[in-house]
Nanobody
Framework: QVQLVESGGGLVQAGGSLRLSCAAS????????MAWFRQAPGKEREFVAA????????YYADSVKGRFTISRDNAKNTVSLQMNSLKPEDTAIYYC????????????????WGQGTQVTVSS
């Protein structure tokens, strides 16, 4: 069992930066692939970024590539998302998720989810 709690959301102007964090409970955190998804009002929840258990592999949606960076610290049971050059279209609730296996970008393949943190980017 893994419990996930996100933090770090807020209101920022376009071009600004935010850093989201996700704290995980459970001794098996290091064995999970971790990811960030987001959901804007009236839209489906979409994949943003993911990182393998070893941090060797990272994956990004095309819309955030070059602007967002995902990282993890298995000793501290945390995963982070550094978001730079934010745009109004990045406005959404951001969710942390954990998966043992399955497709990286497929939300149904993730086993555990946090409650989400709101990110609002003003123009």
């Amino acid at each position: 069992q893994v419990q996930l709690v996100e933090s770090g959301g807020g209101l920022v102007q376009a071009g600004g930066s935010l850093r989201l964090s996700c704290a995980a409970s459970g001794r098996t955190f290091g064995s999970y692939r971790m990811a960030w998804f987001r959901q804007a009002p009236g839209k489906e929840r979409e994949f943003v970024a993911a990182i393998s258990w070893s941090s060797i592999n990272t994956y990004y949606a095309d819309s955030v590539k070059g602007r967002f960076t995902i990282s993890r610290d298995n000793a501290k049971n945390t995963v982070s998302l550094q978001m730079n050059s934010l745009k109004p279209e990045d406005t959404a609730i951001y969710y942390c998720a954990a998966a043992r296996a399955g497709t990286v970008v497929k939300r149904n393949d993730y086993d555990y989810w946090g409650q989400g943190t709101q990110v609002t980017v003003s123009s």
